[in-house]
């Protein structure tokens, strides 16, 4: 499949990219969260033809983006509380999982009654959903199992002559995917971490939880959301993260540098400190958002350096850090070893 690289989003080829979805095919847009694989999310044949492009399991359903919240009466029964954290968040990194409406194939839901809802804050996302005039059913652009992509070189290498079009918007905002919390009854319960962040949902929804699966390995038929069973975000090299006080880390790093092919992640603040072999930073210990924004680009640059193994500093679980501490560790396999059990 010859695929079309848009490198302007301008008013002619907003309307070219729309014309392609409005008649089923692919196109990946770019959103404030990661590069997208676009559907028109009521074209079954359209919405079978991502799960093929991205190597998907048919059952890790895909979130349906809509230009405007008030859209979302017409493929969810939407709720108060829906609208409460619609006004706060939307248009921006939330999706919500509300009860679906007949009009959604379960093609998009995976045979649940349930959908995802989003609205990106993205203007590309925005001027393509709203031009194509469809809602659009959305995963990440990567190839599955691979890192999300936040560039569009990382599109092109993983969805050159898979898809119909891509659209370049430069580097993504925010560089991990949204939140995912779903709605049940008057509460709610995050299912992916993401740059909006518990302690923000916790003001809106006191009793909100934050389901196990997030922390923790979770390989259970029935887990709520289906994304998080599977190894995800990984480099071609396993991936270690290592756990323990900053000085057995750093000499952890140092030693495995001088007797193994291995790439280090860290933050900025420890390279000073490592060999200048195949380090690469992901943002200060105390800097989230950086971590967030960097994450992916450099778990991809990795794959160029042809190292055996990567060790990885364990970022903090609080605020926006939950969200890179969730997509890390299973980028890791939940592998974790201990620094100060080094053999020398
Ligand atoms: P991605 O499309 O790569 O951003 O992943 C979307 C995430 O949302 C995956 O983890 C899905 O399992 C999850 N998801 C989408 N729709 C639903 C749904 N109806 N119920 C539960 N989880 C969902
Ligand atoms: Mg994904």
Redesign the pocket.
Known sequence: MQTLLIKEANKENIDIAADIIKNGGLVVMPTET?Y?LGANALDKNAVTNVYKAKGRPMD????VHLSTANDAEKYAYTNELFYKLADRFMPGPL?V?LP?KDIVPYEV??G?D???IRVPSNEIAHRLIETSGCPIA???ANLSGKP?PTSFAHVVEDMNGRVDAIIDGGECDIGL??T?I?IKDESAEI??PGKITYEELKEIIPDIKINSAVKNQCTDEKV?????KYRHYAPSAPVFLVEGNDNDIINFFKTKQQTENCGILCFSEDEELLLSKNVLTFGRSDDETSQAHELFDKLRRFDNMNVERIYARIPSDKGVGLAVYNRLIRAAGFDIIKANNIQE
Do not use: Y
């Open positions: 990661v997208g890790n359903p895909l979130i999706t999982i679906k839901s995976c649940l349930t959908v995802a959305a995963p990440s999300s995917e949204s995912v779903i299912l992916r709520a959301s289906p994304g998080m």
